[in-house]
């Protein structure tokens, strides 16, 4: 069975470019979990959508930062303009919903972003 | 907000040695979730503990849930390198999130 896809795996660009990073949730999973990891400061919560509404975006740092779902099986999260300071692995994760805090999440493989 | 706090943060054990990592809340949790992440992988779901004072095994790994329900534990009998990662446990917050604890790192030296 396919797991959560996520692309692309690794990405390096420059700062203020735009970054767009994908997500395919496992199917029959409707939560969605945007991460991001670091050394600093660990994994980080930044966005969760439940049916493929957003429920929680308290953990996205700034305007920057923008998450969609359009659909079931689609995610994006998107930075614009990129600072270094972005540069970390991002994780998508999907879990089955009702009650998002009593089910285990499947992560992603990640996209591990330099921003230079 | 109700955190979840892992302690230690790091640990070095000789192979064959045994290890253990401490989860703790300041709050009772329906309950833990433990999950691993490889080197350059991703984290992996475990096992998930929902009754006070449980105990579940998996081969080597020993997870307990306090009977408080308020900490959690992982134990590993006899490291190997195969058991090299990080080992996050994970709780509901007080908006029913799940929140990560900050992990502790597992290194084995063959």
């Known amino acids: 069975d396919a797991g959560v896809i996520q692309s692309p795996r690794h990405e390096v660009t420059e700062m203020g470019q735009e970054v767009t990073l994908r997500c395919k949730p496992i199917?029959?999973?409707?939560?969605l979990f945007w991460y991001r990891q670091t050394m600093m400061r660990g994994l980080e919560l930044l966005i969760y959508?439940?049916?493929?509404?957003?429920?929680?975006d308290s953990g996205m740092p700034e305007d920057r930062f923008s998450a969609k779902m359009p659909n079931a099986s689609f995610s994006t999260l998107k930075i614009q303009p990129s600072e270094p300071r972005d540069s970390a692995v991002y994780f998508c994760?999907?879990?089955?919903?009702?009650?998002?805090?009593?089910?285990?999440?499947?992560f992603g493989d990640g996209t591990r972003l330099s921003i230079l | 907000g109700q955190q979840v706090m892992q302690i230690p943060q790091y640990q070095h054990v000789q192979e064959g040695e045994d290890f253990t990592t401490y989860c703790n809340s300041s709050?009772?949790?329906?309950?833990i979730q433990w999950y691993k992440q490889r080197p350059g992988g991703h984290p992996v779901f475990l096992i998930q503990?929902?009754?006070?004072?449980e105990v579940k095994k998996q081969k080597r790994l020993t997870f307990q849930f306090g009977e408080a329900k308020k900490n959690s534990s992982l134990h590993i009998t006899a490291t190997q390198t195969t058991d090299v990662g990080t080992y996050f446990c994970?709780?509901?917050?007080?908006?029913?999130?799940?929140?990560f604890g900050g992990g502790t790192r597992l290194m084995v030296k063959p």
């Open positions: 994760a999907s879990s089955l919903a009702h009650d998002s805090s009593n089910q285990p999440q499947h």
């Open positions: 199917s029959g999973h409707n939560s």
């Open positions: 959508f439940n049916n493929n509404v957003p429920i929680d």
């Open positions: 709050t009772t949790l329906s309950n």
């Open positions: 503990l929902v009754k006070s004072g």
């Open positions: 994970a709780g509901p917050d007080a908006g029913n999130m799940l929140t």
